[in-house]
């Protein structure tokens, strides 16, 4: 029952976060809201039971990397952004697709509900503990994950040297 | 355990370690004026009550009745809310520290930690991530002092909170880093867990050394990072960039006034209770120490808080002794320093202790 109405609190603070995220003027509100949608996923992770990935996404996600959109956005001391009416493009083209891409997800998981799997929210569950992601990471899925590694340190090193470029 | 007695420790708890902390962070700046007046031949505060001993209290209800001043042009959310956010993130890594093992009072059993859970056949645990929340929970602390600089809306301000930014970003992963060496030899994110595997002492060959079992002997090189990256986590000298007075005015609370700069000093001070308390847990066996059987039944319940007390204030000491005798980093000196040497070293530290571990087993 706790559960339950945790996890509809964090839910409802996520998705305000998300729309307070758009609505927002002053990239510096988008980005503190970026900050709340993450806390409240980790919030949900902890939920389910995945501690160490609930742990992991406000270390890296809230703590590191929103720190450093702050950063930048101090740095470069970006004002209120202009508002437009918005484009025709995304009148014509754009409306239907939002409404299409939700009908086909919302269809798929109405329909598929019973083939889908799911999580006990409220027992005790083992799939994220730390010990058990471990396994994974340096077992399983070793190859994929050692090549992320790799592909995120020419991504480094790529904006390094565009960086450092002179001209 | 009953939902209900839980509920009654777990606030009596969180009632006693907050006054125990709020105390001993007001102390410590009494502590504090008092060893650099020693260690610069002055006396310190001496009018306030015998030895001034009342100064703190004197200094929080001047705190109090001074002028909450909102400066004009202020972005006034963030600006509020700054200062709270800083406090209320140092406070919270207090809650998974534990103090001491067990204290039993009318025949309930408790963990001395505010997130220990007795069970109901009488184990106890504690939240079995302890030490990421601590580092979450200071990774968020970063933007009380990053929003400070920003909302004040005055150029000290906001390039005390892009140093404050950077430099603790930068000295983030070089702290994370050095304590992955103690997780390699506990095995375990715990932190109650991390002090029981330090009981006892080394035996090498089949001898036993007499040394204790403290991490700080195999990791004294992962002890060092993890001081000198938390020294520079808390904005301390010789890393207090942030707050160099004679380039800054006061970095990025220079617009702050009144409670919210004193909330600001709290934190920081409780900060430097939370690096002393992880310092202790992690490199010096937490609350372990000699047994003395001499002692009363009361005496050997108090005595594993008494070595931790002990130890930690050690360390709170270490903080004082250092900031009379170090002069202030240059800023590029700083940040070479951390991403050039620390990490470097950090990661090598890494690597030698996996080697160890992987071949003992």
Redesign the interface.
């Known amino acids: 029952m706790v559960h339950q109405v945790l996890f509809i609190v964090f839910g409802l603070i996520c998705v305000a976060g998300a729309i307070n995220l758009l609505v927002q003027r002053h990239p ?1 509100s988008s980005a ?1 809201s970026l ?1 709340v949608v993450m ?1 409240s996923l980790a919030l949900i992770y902890l939920l389910l039971g995945a ?2 990935v609930a ?2 996404q ?2 890296v996600y ?3 990397i929103m ?2 959109f ?2 930048v956005i ?2 470069l001391n970006a004002g209120a952004e202009e508002r437009t009416r918005g484009s025709r493009m995304a009148l014509i083209v754009g409306v239907p697709g939002v409404i299409i891409l939700a009908g086909t997800v919302g269809w798929m998981l109405v329909s598929g509900s019973g083939r889908l799997g799911g999580v006990n929210l409220v027992g005790p569950s083992s799939f994220g ?2 010990h058990a992601i471990a396994r994974l990471l340096f077992k399983e899925f070793l190859l994929p994950f050692e090549i992320t590694s790799v592909l995120i340190l020419i991504a480094i090193m790529g904006a390094v040297v565009l960086g450092k470029r002179e001209n | 355990m009953d939902t209900k007695t839980f509920i009654i420790a777990a606030v009596i708890k969180i009632a006693l370690v907050v006054f125990i902390m709020l105390t001993g962070v007001a102390y410590t700046t009494w502590l504090e004026r008092k060893l650099i007046g020693r260690i610069q031949n002055r006396w310190g505060p001496t009018r306030v009550g015998p030895f001034g001993l009342l100064q703190p209290l004197a200094d929080g209800v001047k705190f109090i009745l001074k002028e909450d001043l909102l400066p004009d042009y202020v ?1 006034k959310g ?1 600006f509020i809310l700054a200062p709270m956010l800083a406090l209320v993130m140092s406070l919270i890594s207090i809650a998974v520290i534990p103090f001491g093992e067990t204290i039993t009072i009318a025949g309930h059993t408790t963990a001395l930690q505010i997130s220990g859970i007795t069970h109901a056949g009488g184990g106890i645990s504690d ?3 302890g030490l ?2 601590i ?6 602390g ?2 009380g002092v ?2 400070a ?2 909302s004040s809306n005055s150029k000290y301000s ?1 390039l005390g ?2 140093r404050a ?2 430099q ?2 930068s000295y ?1 992963l070089a702290l ?1 880093l050095s304590l992955v060496g103690i997780l390699l030899l506990s095995g375990t ?1 715990s932190l109650r867990e991390i002090v029981f595997s330090q009981s006892g002492n080394w035996v090498l060959g089949g001898h036993d050394t007499h040394v204790p079992h403290w991490f700080i002997f195999p990791q004294i090189v992962g002890f060092f990072i993890y001081l000198l990256a938390a020294y520079a986590e808390t904005n301390r000298i010789p890393f207090d960039m942030p707050e160099a007075e004679t380039e800054l005015v006061a970095g990025y609370h220079t617009e702050y006034s009144s409670m919210k700069f004193a909330m600001f000093f709290m934190a920081e001070y409780v900060n430097m209770f939370t690096v002393a308390c992880l310092a202790t847990l992690l490199f010096f066996g937490g609350w372990h120490g000699p047994h003395l059987g001499f002692l009363p039944p009361i005496g050997q319940a108090l005595l594993p808080v008494v070595y931790f007390a002990a130890k930690v204030f050690f360390f709170i000491f270490l903080y004082i002794w250092i900031r009379g005798t170090l002069p202030r980093f240059r800023y590029d000196q700083l940040m070479a320093f951390g991403w050039k040497f620390l990490l470097p070293l950090a990661i090598a530290n890494i690597i030698v202790t996996s080697l160890i571990v992987a071949w003992g087993a």
């Open positions: 510096i503190l900050v806390a501690e160490f742990a992991i406000v270390i809230a703590g590191a720190v450093l702050v950063f101090m740095l503990e730390t | 972005h963030l939240i079995n991530i990421l929340i580092l979450g929970v200071t990774s968020i970063v933007y990053a929003l600089g920003w906001l909170s892009l930014s950077a603790m970003i983030e994370g994110l």
